[in-house]
């Protein structure tokens, strides 16, 4: 079945079903027609309540859905519309790295990527008609079958020509409130007798209103939630409420207020010097970035101000005044050269300064004693990080692009609060403190510093150092006394300028040589002769890449070690007895490599791509955890061997002396996908083998040109193709014995000569077809193009009693799009569907012959015209990007209109 978020309701779900089947009605999603539906009412009636109900019930129909939860506020932000277009398209066509310029290119998009799909959208708290006609403006924007749930407050934006239906919600009968109250406050569906007249007063108090009921009781848990990255929230009715009560403190005049956070009433105050120390608490957050002129007086009335937060406002002037009531002082685009002459800031707890010419007097942070954040970016005139040992409390340090930062005080090694420090991208930085004795770190990087070359000594035990990156850094070697790293479990250390020197006394036996580029390092880093007792590494992710691995002659010259198990397959048993991720891409891996893993029991992933590895040692087979093998790109592995029983996913894609993959013949039981593009060799070698067999579980992709000959349904060579196809099956018996679905496809260029540029999204999609269409499941992968042909053979495995129509309807689409341009040129392949076939496996073989009296199918090859269009979320930088997300491509049912049949080539096969 297609996978679905689902979405937390409500606790008590007292007056749901009755309102949810109320509303189904309305959406009747048995009619192949394109519908929007408005629930209107007051705030807290529930209208979030019931459309998450809705959404959870039926999204599962849909071939893709989307609910965007408070529209209201998430449009008011900058480029808050925009940033739901990305959100909404992200959701339906899976890719999160799609980037939209503005509303109108976003509408463009909407409209070219979902007019064929059957969607399902929620519009949660819309309140301005912008917002609907910049997310669902028309229906035919989305595919057939598409629903369009909106709530709102406002009945009149739902009077409206392309809102089908519109349901009021109504509040809670007294019955329904009196049982809501009780569970929330009693657990029971009453309440005890001592608390019915009490009880009988809340209701009156409240109405039917659910939220007003609920705040009444267990409020902490209602209205207010903190996520699992400390995230606080609220619900939008408390907020509007909480801010109501702000306004009224003065109606007219907003510097009398104790909170600023309207945006008008905030540049009001600003620019015409309009506060008082009434204000407590300020938020600038503008609709578009802009410009806002300050005063040297501009601060100096605000003595009460405890927290300032700029989103995207540019400052011009420089105040003389900053209230020494601040607790948060978090502000990019700061004009300040130099903190006012009054400020001390003892009580400041979270200080966030970028993009500004700050300096930072070595004398200033003697007072900052309550500080826990501090967080320097683009700060061009910050030199050094100065003696900060008066800030104790100090737990997270950041400086991020400064790039006249040369020293970081050696006070800052001797914070026993501090769990974060990152360093970054600052060029010029030479001088990190003399040593560490950080107890409570727990990450610790430091990326593009060039000019960096050692690293500190180590002299307390860090048990809690959890991951340690290392990026583009001039250091030659860790220091001995790196032992203390006792809890290290996440270490990379990527395209460092010289090669790094491991200590032999390292407790952590991980790595064997790291080498950036083996064109102009040529000293080998040898790895410890000592091994200490394999429980004590805990290494879980190491990732090296572009480095040189190989092991030390003298390590594996030597006798073997007491604690050390060699195997007759080549394989020791001394590192690594907790990875997890093991990352060598573009790396020099020897066989020697595997001698020294010690993983067996613990390795889940294991990436070796782009190297020069021949083949794959046989004690492979001994990672009975390894769930996932990327070898893409080993232009000299010939072959891969015995792999562990429950391995899931294999990437050999582009493994042009591949020879032998024994397993794929004998019923490789690999649960999701077998990536085998572009192995021209093997394809040859194993000709008409396997992997066609019934053992063989998920998806394979390799070269060839042939649908299997067992194929009891297949259309082989059409005299036209096209770049999707359909399957229709009608009069199916046996459906109960049906146990898998096998189907497969031949696809390829449309020419087989020239350059191939680019990557394509392949979807297989299975309805059954009855009164209503079902989705039973959706299959996706995204390939990178060969210039030849391939054959993708998929078997699926039914869910008990999941067909229920003797009518099944597969879909295949395939598009391609460019990776980068040539001389100006997009260069893209039009990929073609050349054959495709279905076959039905059944639990008694006699049963699975074809039946000509009662079996029906129906073949369409179809060209869905690919050609580029004006693509607002296209950048030069994501054309040039060979990882980039590809979009997805779905038909209508119908893929051949009357006027499109010279495209279309439609046979039958009884």
């Known amino acids: 079945m297609v996978s679905h978020t689902y979405l937390n309701v409500t606790k008590y779900p007292v007056g749901l079903e009755s309102r949810v089947r109320d509303i189904n009605v309305l959406l009747s999603i048995g009619m192949n027609d394109k519908r929007m539906v408005g629930i209107f009412g007051g705030g807290g009636i529930g209208k979030t309540t019931i459309a998450k109900a809705i959404y959870n019930s039926i999204a599962y129909q849909f071939e893709d859905s989307c609910f965007l939860a408070n529209v209201r506020e998430n449009s008011k932000r900058e480029c808050g519309l925009v940033q739901l277009q990305e959100t909404l398209l992200s959701d339906i066509l899976g890719n999160s790295s799609l980037k939209i310029r503005n509303v109108d290119g976003g509408i463009n998009i909407i409209k070219e990527r979902l007019c064929n799909k059957r969607i399902l959208l929620v519009l949660d708290d819309v309140d301005e008609l912008i917002q609907l006609e910049s997310l669902s403006g028309e229906h035919e924007w989305f595919g057939m079958g598409s629903r369009i749930i909106i709530t709102t407050r406002d009945e009149h934006l739902l009077i409206n020509p392309k809102v089908d239906f519109r ?54 848990k209602s209205l207010v939630t903190i996520d699992e990255r400390n995230k606080f929230d609220m619900h939008d009715s408390l907020q509007d409420m909480g801010r109501e009560i702000v306004r009224q403190e003065s109606c007219k005049e907003p510097g009398k207020r104790s909170r600023l956070w309207f945006h008008e009433d905030v540049r009001h105050v600003f620019e015409e010097n309009m506060g008082t120390n009434k204000i407590e608490g300020i ?64 009580k400041l707890v979270i200080l966030r300064i970028s993009n500004s010419p700050l300096k930072l007097p ?66 010029n930085l030479i001088t990190l403190p003399r040593s560490l004795k950080l107890r409570s770190l727990e990450t610790l990087e430091l990326l593009d510093c060039a000019r960096l070359q050692k ?103 030597s006798p073997p070690l007491a604690n050390a198990h060699i195997f007759d397959d080549g394989c020791s048993f001394i ?67 015995e792999l562990p029983p429950d391995i899931e996913n294999i990437w050999a894609d582009g493994c042009v002396s591949l020879e ?14 077998i990536d085998l593009s572009g192995c021209y060799k093997l394809a040859e070698n194993i000709g008409n083998q396997g992997p066609y067999n019934d053992y063989f579980g998920g998806g394979i992709l390799i070269p ?79 390939v990178r193009a060969q210039g030849s042909n391939h054959v993708w053979l998929e078997y699926l495995v039914l869910d008990p009693f999941v067909l229920e129509e003797d009518k099944l ?25 050349k054959s495709c076939g279905v076959h039905l496996i059944h639990e008694h073989g006699e049963n699975a012959k074809d039946h000509p009296s009662l079996t029906h199918v129906d073949f369409y090859f179809c060209f869905e015209s690919s050609d580029d269009k004006s693509d607002e979320s296209s950048t030069e930088e994501d054309e040039c990007d060979e990882e980039s997300d590809i979009p997805e491509c779905s038909a209508e049912d119908d893929d051949c209109d009357d006027e499109d049949e010279d495209d279309c080539n439609l046979e039958s096969s009884y």
């Not at 329904?176 to 007249?197: C, G, I, R």
């Not at 397993?663 to 999701?672: A, M, N, Q």
């Not at 060839?704 to 193709?721: T, V």
């Open 660 to 673: 032998s993959f024994p397993e794929l013949s004998s019923g490789l039981r690999v649960g999701k996908w």
């Open 809 to 833: 309807l597969f879909r295949f689409n395939i598009i391609c799009y460019p990776k980068r341009k040539v001389k100006g040129i997009d260069i893209r392949t039009q990929f073609l569907v």
């Open 362 to 427: 070595k004398e200033r942070f003697k007072d900052f004693q309550n500080m826990r954040t501090m967080k320097f970016g683009l700060c061009k005139f910050l030199t050094e990080i100065p003696n900060i040992s008066r800030i104790p409390n100090l737990e997270v340090l950041r400086v991020e692009k400064c790039e006249s930062l040369v020293k970081v005080h050696d006070s800052v090694g001797l914070l026993k609060k501090l769990s974060i420090l990152r360093i970054s991208e600052c060029n």
């Open 575 to 641: 590192l690594f007895p907790a990875l997890r991720f093991l990352d060598h891409e573009r790396s020099i891996v020897k066989s020697e490599f595997f001698m020294a893993l010690n993983c067996f029991s613990s390795l889940d992933k294991l990436v070796l791509s782009e190297t020069e590895i021949v083949s794959l040692p046989a004690c492979i087979k001994r990672f009975v955890r390894l769930r996932a093998l990327l070898v893409r790109n080993c232009k000299q592995l010939k072959e891969i061997p």
């Open 704 to 782: 060839g040109n042939k649908i299997p000959a067992w194929f009891s349904h297949r259309m082989e060579n059409p005299s036209a193709g096209g770049n999707s196809c359909a399957i229709y099956i009608t009069g199916l018996p046996f459906l109960d014995e049906i146990k898998k679905i096998a189907f497969c496809v031949v696809f390829g260029p449309l020419e087989l000569s020239g350059p191939k540029y680019g990557s394509c999204n392949l979807r297989w999609t299975i309805y059954s077809k009855g009164i209503e269409s079902k989705l039973i499941t959706k299959r996706d992968e995204h």
């Open 455 to 557: 690293f500190p000594e180590i002299e307390c035990k860090m048990e809690r150092l959890t991951i340690l990156f290392l990026k583009r850094v001039a250091i030659k070697e860790l220091p001995p006394s790196i032992v203390y790293f006792t809890g290290l479990s996440n270490l990379y250390i990527r395209d460092c300028i010289n090669p790094i020197h491991l200590p032999n006394s390292l407790q952590l036996q991980h790595l064997n040589i790291l080498r950036q580029d083996q064109e102009r390092c040529s000293k080998v880093v040898k790895l410890p002769t000592k091994v200490r007792d394999e429980r004590e590494s805990m290494l879980s992710v190491v990732s090296t890449e572009e480095f040189e691995i190989s092991s030390s002659t003298n390590l594996f010259a």
């Open 283 to 346: 938020l600038v957050d503008l609709p578009e970035r802009d410009l806002i002129c300050l005063s040297s007086k501009t601060f100096e009335k605000m003595t009460r101000l405890r927290l300032f937060i700029n989103r995207n406002a540019r400052f011009f002037g420089s105040p003389r005044y900053l209230s020494n009531e601040l607790r948060v002082l978090d502000w990019p685009g700061c004009p300040l050269e130099y903190f006012p002459s009054n400020f001390h800031g003892k």
């Open 167 to 220: 349901y009021k919600m109504n509040e809670l009968n007294h019955n329904e409130a009196f049982q809501l109250f009780s569970q929330h406050a009693f657990q029971s569906n009453k309440p005890t007798d001592d608390f019915v007249e009490l009880t009988k007063h809340a209701l009156h108090y409240a109405g039917g209103l659910p939220l007003a009921l609920t705040v009444l009781v267990l409020m902490h």
